[in-house]
């Protein structure tokens, strides 16, 4: 695979910019004001506003990757600020207009419903949602959650002579010395506490945005709304409450039975939180790579291996410079893979610090990559942006098929035993967390006029229905009610988590496949990626040789097979 060129214009102008509105208002006009005459002109139209969407789309993206990679750069801040705040703004009324006249075209039912059925479904769905009252309640929501970046940006620590963003602490946090172990664990929450206030008054803000797009849009709360944004056509609330409840009963005693295993192993009275990353063998924290760059190396062989296509993938995003992995300061946190729908070449952002997390981060977001490459040359975006449903379960499921061959970065076996190890321990322990921070935001947004401390107690007792009971807090009560400021979905992306979990179980799934037939079940892989969003989430899984259930059966059966699996590495 060669490097990538951007996707031919045929609507736009070769040198098509965004510097402001008028770079746009007239395209959008045209596009709205053209008379359409026939099914092939409304095809020849819908191609046309996803040209220009992509475009957008794209220009939109740079910004935001920019921004990310460099919270402290105010021309980028304001870069980013002003696309929320004075373009996006303008084309939501004129997307919903664009909608309307494709809907209401008389040549709609000549064209290929089953071609376009999940496209027409979104179309549909996104016009019952627009309210005019909504646009700048929107841009304002967008500038603020970005203040979360900001913020948790700037959060460092020092010890031991360095400064260190938080991603770096947390190396410390596997020493083999208990000692220095509770001292970075203090250290890093003494940081974050500086930050408490602010985090709180930013979500109440967003919270309050959020519940009055919901109430202009005719919802009762914004859960229901975000539902319905979301595009949860196959599944509904009550199957993530039914969700909730299988990983209370069939994962959260395996988080405590993995939890008991390490206390007896580490042999101490006292489980504390700072014991929860160490190596119970008193081994140093696995150390897979020294630098992004032998991290992007060791991937790309590791991909290569698992299959070919995948590690071209990789060898293309870096011969187009489309990576920035290793963790500085000024550099927002976390990860992701972010699609450019006109260069057909994504960009993957994460925090390297050398950690095992970093490889299973690579190759999540590379799973994401891979997926892609495979959607890229539809020419409607709504069939490259597919649900998270689906796109997790591309990158979750590469975690697991990739590990067979983590001995790209493991040359001793008993190092690559416990990655695996810690793997499975993770995805038990993710499994609850996902659940947990889902039934939370469900009771934040039916009761959006809770105050600081009301929501401080909701969520200490959500969390420890889904924690294992083991570890120790005892003495750090005001470190636990502040741990969902952590997970930044909840200030950025709410709602959008639960697929991690579903996903999750899909992609188990796909790794029990890939366990009984390698060729097979990657080729069902690639198949499953390749469909997009062209077809509904459960025929994306079926696809992949998988069912799409949550149902309280098959979490049983799939808690089974991990627990079967992990014993297997003892």
Known sequence: MNTIQKTNRKYLPVNFDIKTWNDLESIYTELLDRKISSSSELEKWMLDVNELEAAVSENFAWRYIKQSC????????????????????????LTDKLNKKLIASPFLNELDQKKYFTYLRSVKNSIELFREENVDLQSQIA????????????QTIHYDGKELTLQ??????????????????????????????????????????????????????????????????????????????????????????????RKKELNVNSYRPWDSEVDTGNNKPLHPFETADELLKKSIECFNVTDKYFGECLTTMEEMKHLDLA????????????????????????????????VV???????????????????????????????????????????????????????????????LEKIIKTLCWIACVDAYQQKLYENPKQTTEERYKLWVETYHEYESGVLDYGGLEDNVKRMWHAQLHIFEVPFYYIEYGF?????????????QNAPQAIQQYKDALSLGYTVSIPDVYKAAGIKFDFSDSYISSVSDFVWKELDGLK
């Open 503 to 515: 996903a999750q179980l899909g992609a188990l799934a796909v790794w029990k496949n890939f366990m």
């Open 143 to 154: 500038t603020k959650s970005q203040q979360y970046a900001s913020i948790t940006g700037k």
């Open 361 to 423: 981060t690579m190759v999540h977001e590379g799973g994401h990559a891979v997926h892609a490459f495979l959607t890229k040359d539809y020419k409607i975006n709504e069939f490259k942006s597919v649900p998270s449903e689906v796109a997790e379960l591309a990158s979750m499921s590469m975690e697991l098929i990739s590990m067979k061959r983590w001995d790209v970065f493991y040359k001793d076996a008993q190092a690559l035993n416990r990655a695996k190890k810690e793997q």
């Open 168 to 261: 770096q602490a947390a190396l410390y946090l596997k020493n083999t010395d208990r000692k220095i172990r509770e001292e970075v664990y203090t250290l890093i929450q003494v940081r974050k506490k500086q930050d408490e206030n602010a985090l709180n008054k930013l979500f109440e803000e967003l919270l309050a945005l959020r519940n009055q797009v919901a109430l202009n849009a005719g919802f009762k709360n914004f859960r229901d709304y975000k539902f319905k944004e979301l595009g949860r056509f196959d599944y509904n609330i009550n199957d993530c409450k039914s969700f909730h409840a299988s990983i209370k009963k069939y994962f959260v005693p395996l988080s405590k039975a993995t939890d008991e295993q």
């Open 70 to 93: 460099d919270t402290e750069n105010e021309e980028l801040n304001k870069s980013y600020e002003f696309f929320v705040t004075e373009i996006d703004p303008k084309i939501a009324p």
């Open 327 to 358: 963790s500085r300061k000024g550099k927002a946190p976390g990860g992701y893979n972010y699609p450019l729908y006109e260069s057909g070449v994504p960009f993957i952002f994460m925090n390297a610090v050398g950690l095992q997390r970093d």
